[in-house]
Every structure is written in structure tokens, then in C-alpha cells.
């Protein structure tokens, strides 16, 4: 099995970035394991570094200290075997749903080998009969499931996705996450995903990573030893959920109930 990721002593440092040109230090003598083929979350406070260590593995950025690898092999640069979901579904607006899906094909010069891959992941996302529409024609959550299929067409070892639900509404988010986890269990991917959503972290992984406030450090890694499908309602799960508000508020009282950290 393949995607095995792999974080040590990792440190990445913004000089002057903060508005008084002092430098700004994001995360700091990170070290985590994700082992091939799991379900990893990464939550914590907004601004703590999440994204930063997710553009990291996908080789958008370098770290100022530290290493990160894939199957033992160092990141240094972007690679197709590691697709990225973003926040929004940063579509090409003049391109259809159909040519967006394939871009990244044509541009390593592979669509025609796999162009049936295009077909493929369509349907497996569910956008059957939208293949000619345009992204504006489409609604949120479609938009989502073609940025999904977009990252997934090139067979990637690993799927990173910041905050793919966040502006979804609560229905759609709720439909999403089904689809994200039958997308995982058919195609036995490395998966690690960025929430606030301490449910949506508990309902999809095998692991929540929580992150301490900037410079992040890893604060506790948990294993969400739950049998598939899950209830948000079952007591185990609310378990779960109250374990990891108490180690975000760091033993504080818990004040509110809106679990959108």
C-alpha cells in the first residue's frame, strides 16, 4: 500500500509578515505518521497553522526547518499524486463542468491515454448530465463534487483537502461527507482533511490530529476507534466530541454548544 506520510521536527516560519514586520512562526517542531490508506483530520484554533501544514505535504510551500515525505521520498514541489481540495471550488469559470475535470489531464499531456477517467469520476461524484454545464449553472455542492473529481482523476496517492465543506449548507455538507467517505473506502486513498467541525472530524477519520494555537504543535492525536456508519447521536461519538472540545478549550469551561470552532 502506498501514501504513507511522514512529518519530522517540521517548522515553517512567514518573515515579516505580521503588520508590524516581525516575523510570524506557523508551526514548530511538528512530527506526525499517517499511515497508508487512512482517514486523518486536522483540527484546532482558526490561525493555528492547519493549512500551512496541508500546503506543506502538497509541496505548495517549503518548510524553514524540517522534513515531510511520501512513501519515504522528500516533498520538494507539487505532484499530481498528491490532490488538493480548496476551501472553495476554484473552477475555471470559462470551462465546462467536463473540461474542468480534465484540465489537469491535458495538462501533463495524459488525457488521451485516461480520458475515460474523466467519465469515470463524473459519475462517481455524481454529475451525470452536467458534463456541458458551466460552473455557474451549478449549484455549491455540485460545484464541490466537480473540484473533488478534479483532484481525483489523476489517481493521487493522497487527497488533501482544506475545508472542502465549509460554505456548504448544513444538508449538503452532511451529503458530501457521505460521498467523500464512499470515495475513500472504494479507492483505499491516504485522505487528510482540515475541519473546524469537531463532528464532521469524528464522522469521516480514523484520526484527529489537534493542533495547539500558533506555533502549532501537534497537542494530542486520537483514534477514533468507531465502527462504519456512524451516529452523531451514539454515546460513544458524543464521547469523542466532548474529549476533544475539552483538549481545544485546554481544560477551560466549555462555553457555548456551536461545535464550529
Request: with cysteine; hydrophobic share 40%; aromatic share 8%.
Amino acid at each position: 500500500m502506498v501514501g504513507e506520510i511522514t512529518i519530522k521536527n517540521v517548522g515553517r516560519t512567514f518573515i515579516n509578515a505580521d503588520p508590524k514586520g516581525e516575523d510570524v512562526v506557523a508551526l514548530s517542531g511538528l512530527d506526525l505518521e499517517i499511515k497508508p490508506g487512512t482517514f486523518v483530520s486536522l483540527i484546532g484554533p482558526s490561525g493555528c497553522g492547519k493549512t500551512t501544514l496541508l500546503r506543506l505535504i502538497a509541496g505548495l510551500d517549503s518548510p524553514s526547518s524540517g522534513q515531510l515525505l511520501l512513501d519515504e521520498q522528500e516533498i520538494i514541489e507539487p505532484h499530481h499524486e498528491r490532490g488538493f481540495v480548496f476551501q472553495s471550488a476554484n473552477l475555471f469559470p470559462w470551462l465546462n463542468i467536463y473540461n474542468n475535470i480534465a484540465f489537469g489531464l491535458r495538462a501533463r499531456h495524459e488525457y488521451k491515454d485516461k480520458k475515460k477517467a474523466v467519465n469515470e469520476y463524473i459519475r462517481l461524484v455524481g454529475l451525470q448530465g452536467f458534463e456541458k454545464s458551466f460552473p455557474h449553472q451549478l449549484s455549491g455542492g455540485m460545484c464541490q463534487r466537480a473540484s473533488l473529481a478534479r483532484a481525483l482523476v489523476g489517481h493521487p496517492k493522497v487527497l488533501l483537502m482544506d475545508e472542502p465543506l465549509g460554505a456548504l449548507d448544513a444538508f449538503t455538507r452532511m451529503n458530501m461527507q457521505e460521498e467523500i467517505l464512499r470515495i475513500w473506502q472504494e479507492h483505499n486513498m491516504t485522505m487528510v482533511m482540515v475541519t473546524h467541525d469537531v463532528d464532521e472530524a469524528i464522522y469521516l477519520s480514523d484520526q484527529v490530529v489537534v493542533m495547539t494555537p500558533r506555533p502549532a504543535r501537534i497537542e494530542r492525536v486520537i483514534d477514533i476507534k468507531l465502527a462504519r456508519p456512524r451516529a452523531r447521536n451514539q454515546e460513544d461519538f458524543i464521547k469523542y466530541r466532548t474529549h476533544i472540545l475539552e483538549i481545544l478549550n485546554y481544560g477551560g469551561d466549555i462555553k457555548s454548544p456551536d461545535y464550529y470552532l
